[in-house]
């Protein structure tokens, strides 16, 4: 069965880093999102992607965080400058219209120390 | 604004003992689909069901049973004879269905822990 594939799984940084986060989505999928969890607490909505552009943000996804579509394949979160409180599970997604599957991947923990 | 509450948020029962987990939602949308995802203490989001809004239709698929009612807009999960291994934080979700394509996001309630003691 077809997978969304994240990298690292785990990542540890400095406060005031940059941090990528990558994403591999399902190959014909179309829509694809960032989501985050806080250690305990639920599922976050970041961003969704779609046609080379953003589609929704939410309030937590502000200037510091910036998502891109390199290549044909890959799909990246990056957090200019982390902070404390960016530390938490990032989980990855992609979604198609016509079967309207949503499949997350296994998650980066991201730690900012 | 779409919201899901999941009132419970620790569930302990014994192995063999049912157990039903609790999911409200709001909206103002008449199409719209619902989730139900599993997060084992790896971490990963296990998909178990997808339900759509015109499919009020209970679905079963082995001990889990789903229950879908939009007169009173919930969506509850059924664990029959739970086992040990069903031990996670169980969440739900709600989507709303854009036919532009371009959102989709889930909004999810904040989870129920099921623990289930041997």
């Known amino acids: 069965e077809p997978e969304v594939t994240q990298t690292p799984s785990h990542q540890v940084t400095q406060m005031g880093q940059e941090v990528i986060l990558r994403c591999v989505p399902i190959s014909n999928h179309l829509y694809f999102y960032w989501y985050r969890q806080i250690l305990g607490q639920k599922v976050e909505f970041l961003v969704s992607?779609?046609?080379?552009?953003?589609?929704?943000k939410s309030e937590i996804f502000d200037d510091q965080f910036s998502v891109e579509r390199p290549d044909g394949s890959n799909f990246t979160l990056k957090i200019r400058s982390t902070k404390l409180e960016d530390s938490a599970m990032y989980f990855c997604?992609?979604?198609?219209?016509?079967?309207?599957?949503?499949?997350f991947g296994s998650g980066t923990r991201l730690t900012v120390v | 604004a779409q919201k899901v509450t999941q009132a419970q948020t620790e569930i302990s029962v014994v192995e063999k003992e049912d157990v039903t987990l609790d999911c409200v939602y709001e909206t103002r949308d008449t199409t719209y689909y619902l989730f139900w995802y599993k997060q084992p203490p790896s971490g990963e989001l296990v998909f178990l069901i997808r339900?759509?809004?015109?499919?009020?239709q209970n679905e079963i698929s082995g001990r889990y049973s789903w229950n879908f009612q939009k007169s009173t807009s919930s969506f509850n999960f059924t664990i029959t004879a739970s086992q040990v291994v069903d031990s996670a934080v169980y969440f739900c979700a709600l989507s709303i269905m854009n036919y532009g394509g371009a959102t989709n996001k889930l909004i999810f309630g904040t989870g129920t822990l099921l623990a289930v003691q041997p």
């Open positions: 997604a992609s979604s198609s219209a016509e079967t309207y599957g949503y499949t």
């Open positions: 992607f779609y046609n080379n552009e953003i589609s929704e």
């Open positions: 339900r759509n809004s015109f499919d009020e």
